[in-house]
């Protein structure tokens, strides 16, 4: 069993608002993630493949296909949006990196032919990334 | 859904290398320059991770400012511009970086509670790093 991760990069905007809390609830349990004009995040992708490595080619799995699955599955609906505003998956749930990482493992869960799906990796800060393994 | 969440802090220490069970030749065999008498300083890195189901109101394993708040008062202040050597958490063990995991990893264990510790990982410089989950299998 090999691993294999792959990186790329995109930029969006959000802002953390439960409409069930009242606003002093949203101000203090989001603080300044609550701003309703939202602010904005560079954040890095690391997604986590693992699988046999094809004798033939050598491959765990074919990069150039994982790129074109990431671009078009994940790259094309989050890169440059608004996620509270553009994405459907947080129409009507927060946005927080937790959730995000949900979002990308979903949209990825059953679009590799060969390898299995094992981490998505969300940075939202150099300092701050959420990891999720599919666990329910 | 169960996620896991890491946080990376810093801070800046001071330690010698030295076990008083061992002789001067065995100190200096056993840690090089890091046996020196008047010790040298690291700038650290640790990541924290936790664990646990996402909250669906708020989206969240923790609350980020609890986990900085608990990280901040027992770790950072404890350790931080300090000589690991002086500390009463290394008057019986050599202040390495396996050490200071551990005893980092179990301060946090018992004062971080609103989420699950997976583990700790502590950058002493840029080239090392170690890790420890308290005895746990450590994950890919």
């Known amino acids: 069993m090999v691993y294999l991760t792959r990186k790329c990069e995109f930029s969006a905007s959000h802002y953390y608002h439960n409409p069930e809390f009242s606003a002093e ?3 203090r349990i989001f ?3 609550a701003n309703l004009n939202g602010h904005g995040h560079n954040y890095t992708l690391e997604v986590t493949v693992k699988g ?3 004798p033939k080619t050598g491959f765990v799995v074919d990069l150039k296909e994982l790129k074109e699955i990431l671009n078009r599955e994940v790259l094309e609906a989050l890169d440059h949006r608004h996620l509270n505003k553009e994405v459907p998956e947080f129409l009507r749930q927060i946005p927080t990196t937790e959730n995000l990482a949900i979002a990308i493992w979903n ?6 032919h060969v390898a299995k799906l094992h981490r998505v990796r969300v940075y939202e800060l150099p300092d ?8 329910a | ?5 890491t946080r990376r802090y810093l801070f800046s220490a001071s330690h010698r290398l030295h076990c008083d069970g061992l002789s001067e030749s065995e100190n200096q065999a056993t840690y090089g320059k890091c046996n020196n008498p008047h010790g040298h300083g690291h700038n650290y890195a640790l990541e924290v991770t936790v664990s646990g189901q996402v909250n669906p109101q708020t989206g969240m394993v923790c609350n980020l400012v609890d986990l900085d708040g608990a990280v901040h008062r027992e770790v950072l202040e404890r350790f931080d511009h300090v000589n690991l050597n002086a500390r009463r958490e290394f008057a019986a063990t ?3 970086t396996e050490n200071l995991s551990e005893v980092i990893f179990n301060i946090l264990k018992q004062s971080f509670t609103a989420a699950h510790l997976e583990k700790v990982r502590l950058e002493e410089t840029m080239m090392n790093s170690f890790e420890y989950a308290g005895g746990a299998e450590l994950r890919v």
């Open chain 1, 52 to 54: 046999d490595v094809d």
């Open chain 2, 94 to 96: 050599v202040p390495t």
């Open chain 1, 31 to 33: 603080g300044k993630c």
């Open chain 1, 107 to 112: 949209r990825l869960q059953g679009k590799l």
């Open chain 2, 1 to 5: 859904m169960k996620a896991h969440l």
């Open chain 1, 128 to 135: 701050l990334f959420v990891d999720f393994y599919g666990e």
């Open chain 1, 25 to 27: 609830e949203n101000q």
